[in-house]
């Protein structure tokens, strides 16, 4: 059994169903992949968010259970991370009701992250996320 393009060259298949909808063949479309495809994008995105929040969570919590450690770099990541977030909400504005679940998820990693690179205990560190998201997403937000 020879395996499909879509197995043997993603790239190449990606192109050719591309060139097949703006042609309107959808009949020769691989409908199934493209919607399995589209579905895959929508998850990487929700990753994305998790990803990008875990990152702005853990700089968050260094902030403010390192005082000694705060410098302008840092302010420099924290503001990068929140211009990040915002970026890529409005990119994808539904992801906006995900995002109490989507904090939870990246505290949890936040807090283990931060345990793990301040050699601090993760007890020190709140079991819960501290901040509401309004707070997280403030410019003027610099936890103490």
Not at 29 to 48: L, N, T
Request: net charge negative.
């Amino acid at each position: 059994m020879t395996a499909s393009l879509y197995d043997r060259d993603f790239y190449a298949w990606a192109n050719e169903q591309a060139a097949l909808l703006r042609a309107g063949k959808l009949d020769a479309a691989d409908i199934a992949h493209i919607a399995e495809e589209i579905e895959s994008m929508g998850r990487s995105e929700k990753r994305e968010l998790v990803s990008r929040l875990t990152i702005l969570l853990l700089q968050l919590l260094k902030w403010q259970f390192q005082p000694s450690r705060r410098g302008a770099s840092w302010e420099a990541s924290i503001a990068n991370s929140r211009d990040d977030l915002v970026d890529h909400l409005e990119d994808n504005p539904s992801l906006k009701s995900r995002l109490p679940d989507a904090i939870e998820a990246a505290y949890r990693r936040a807090r283990r992250d931060a345990a793990a690179e301040t050699g601090l205990s993760a007890s020190t560190f709140p079991v819960a996320c501290p901040w509401p998201c309004e707070r997280i997403m403030d410019v003027e937000f610099w936890p103490e």
